[in-house]
Every structure is written in C-alpha cells, then in structure tokens.
C-alpha cells in the first residue's frame, strides 16, 4: 500500500481494540489501539505502514492522530472506563515537540475523558535515539497523568538505566522469547525484569500470550496485566468480559490451586529432611569430628545430594567437602578453610537458621562448578555450626515442586 493512499483516505482507516486484562480484577484493564485499512474490499493492518522507515513521520502522526480521535470517541460514547493503549515511537512523538498529542488529549479531557487512561507505549529500542529529548517529553507527559509503558522490554539491556531514569508505570514483556531463548536463560532474565519493576514500581504487562503455558508463565512470573489472540483478538467493537476467549477467573483459580500444591508438596521435602537431621544430631560431636558426622549423613542423603559440608556463622568451612562421584562419596580436603560469606543471601539464610533453629532450603541456583540448576538445604547443628546440603539437579527435574 502506498503511504500517500493511506494519508490520503482516513475514512478507510478505523481503530481495533485489543482487550487487556488484569490478574488482580480478572476483568478487562483496558484496551491497545491498533490501525486498520480498507482496501480491496479486505481491512489490513498498518503495521508495516509505521514500520517503515521511508514514511515520513508527519504521515504517522497524522494517522495516529485520526485513530486517536475516534477511540477516545468510542469510549466516551460506549461509557467504557478502561485504559487506551497507544503506541506513538521516538521520532513520531518530537514531531512538534511532542503537542500535537498533547493537545488532543487535553481537548478530550475537557469531553470527560481523563488523561491518567492514556498509556503511551514507547518500544525499548526508542531510548537509543534522541535519548534526552525523548526522556524530557515523557517525564513531562507524566506531569499531566498520562502513564507510559516501555514495551520489547529486555531486548537491550544496555537500557536498563534509562528506563530507571524515566520509571514508567508498565514494562510490557513479549511472551515470544519464551519460545526463542533458552528456558534457563530466560529465567534469569525475567529475574532482572522483575527486580527492575519492584526498584521503580512498574507493573509487568506479558503480550503476544498464544496459549495457556504462557499465560501460567506470565501468571507466575509477577504479571500483573496479559494481551494476546489467547485471550482476545483485535476486534472493532471495545469488547466486553464476554468476548474474551477464555475465562480467566477460572484459569488462575486453577493456577493458584497448582501452585499451592507444588509449595506444600516442597514443604513436606523441607520437613522430611529435617526429621532426618533432628535424628542424626545426636551424633553430631563438634567439629573436631565434623568429616565422620558428614559421612554418617551421606548415607540418608544420598538420592537427593551430591554435595555437603559445615561451615561456622563467619562462612568459613571448616569440614572437608563430601562428593559424590560415580554414585560414590569422596572426600574433598581442598575445600577446608574456604570462606562463602560472600555469596548472596549466606549469611541471611545462616542467620535464620540460628534465630528459628530450624532448616532453610536455597533458591533455584547455578552452581558455579557443575554449570547445573542445583538447591541447597541448610540445617543448623550449634549455634556456631551448619550443615549445607546441595540437592542435585536430577532430583530437583524429578520433582517438580522444587524446580520453581
């Protein structure tokens, strides 16, 4: 399609709505505004017409503009109060430094359409052009309660800082590369996601949800709002609950119920393995015995471990390590007198076992020397003492409450 026929018809170019929904309503949050053109007798998206970088931005603009106009009409007129997702990119808002958007929305507040319902959509790749004038407008248009959502979060990491500088209130997260990466990377890099979202206070969004895995995915992984033809495809009409494709009410009661199961079912590992240390402490005879204790332990650990040994309430090992070769145990001397104080959450977990005298299993690790997901169950065996036990990954796969 050639852009001057699009400019030249607006009367062929009309909105679609995709619905938004929220986890903690269950219902439709809002909507995300997507163009339409009628020609030969078939409406096409406009996708590739924003895409392109041959089309002027003041041709954006003004398309943008026209399916704007008739959105916010739509919803006043449909007595819909959700929020209106739009996708505007760097170059499109600083045409006109950015008012002719502004103005618009300041018209239609003054119709009852309040600006704290837009969400202006900005892709990540955008803060790596005109970085500062970009930032400028945005955190201007936050003055006047307009919300900003990046989206393609996680696509460059090196815009981490610049999205900490400009907090928005969404980061939308395409559900695709859950299919693209490799699992275990991923999880490391939703890890970042949602730290960076708890730091700045922004909601998760997952987009592009095909199925039900991604939607769990997306559910347990923080997100607080979900798009996708899983969900609802773009339709004409601002659509209600009823059109969505599934019912999600019923989806999360089924997630929560999983969930629930998977934490009781890794609190009963965490209780067996403390009755099985509660029975062995009484063999426990100080350090000066610490390598005998660890081998009478090896015999009741040795379908879940690959790994133990005692360290003080400085971090400072202060047995052998106990490793399990070609499913026999070997004594590893080199590892005496090694401090692990400084690993993440050492001395916290050490602390707590200390203060509630009961043991504490690790979160989902790499462990630095086999390269597996591995976890580790602690138990305190003196006030100064603490055995550490490393699940192997092989036991974690076949159990899947302690996978996540």
Wanted: glycine share 4%.
């Amino acid at each position: 399609m050639d852009p001057l026929d699009i400019v030249g018809n607006l009367n062929n170019i009309k909105p679609v709505y995709q619905p938004i929904v929220s986890a903690i309503r269950h219902t439709v949050f809002g909507y995300e505004v997507l163009g339409r053109f009628y020609n030969d007798n078939e409406w096409h998206s406009l996708g590739d017409f924003f895409q392109d970088n041959e089309v002027p931005e003041e041709f954006k603009v003004e398309v943008d503009q026209h399916l704007l106009y008739i959105a916010i009409s739509d919803m006043i007129e449909s007595n819909e109060t959700g929020h209106l997702f739009i996708n505007r990119n760097a170059k499109q808002l600083l045409v006109n430094n950015g008012d002719d958007l502004l103005q618009s929305l300041i018209m239609f507040e003054k119709k009852g359409f309040s600006m704290n319902r837009i969400v202006i959509e900005v892709t990540e790749h955008d803060f790596e052009e005109d970085y500062e004038q970009l930032i400028h407008l945005l955190l201007y248009y936050k003055t006047y309660g307009i919300k900003i959502a990046v989206d393609q979060v996680g696509a460059k990491s090196s815009n981490i800082d610049r999205i900490r500088q400009l907090e928005p209130h969404i980061l939308k997260i395409d559900t695709r590369i859950i299919r693209n990466r490799h699992s275990e990377g991923f999880q490391d890099i939703m890890y970042s996601l949602s730290m960076l979202a708890r730091r700045i206070g922004a909601a998760l969004l997952f987009e592009n949800i095909e199925d039900d895995y991604q939607l769990n995915f997306a559910w347990k992984h923080g997100g607080r709002y979900y798009q996708g033809f899983y969900l609802a495809k773009p339709g004409f009409d601002l659509a209600a609950e009823e059109v969505l494709s599934v019912n999600v009410r019923e989806k999360f009661a089924a997630y929560i119920q999983r969930e629930k199961s998977k934490i009781e079912d890794r609190l009963k590992h965490v209780w067996n393995w403390e009755q099985k240390m509660k029975n062995l402490l009484s063999k426990w005879e100080g350090t000066k015995k610490v390598d005998a204790f660890i081998d009478a332990v090896t015999a009741q650990f040795d379908a879940e471990s690959f790994r133990m040994y005692v360290c003080d309430s400085d971090g400072q090992q202060v047995s052998s390590n106990f490793r399990k070769h070609d499913d026999k145990w070997k004594v590893e001397l080199d590892k005496l007198g090694s401090n692990w104080a400084f690993r993440p959450y050492f001395l916290e977990n050490m602390m707590q076992m200390k203060t509630w005298k009961r043991g504490i299993l690790s979160d989902v690790y790499s462990d630095i020397e086999t390269r597996e997901m591995v976890r580790t169950f602690g138990y305190p065996l003196s006030e100064n003492d603490f055995l550490f036990i490393d699940i192997s990954y092989s036991y974690i796969y076949e159990n899947e409450s302690l996978l996540l």
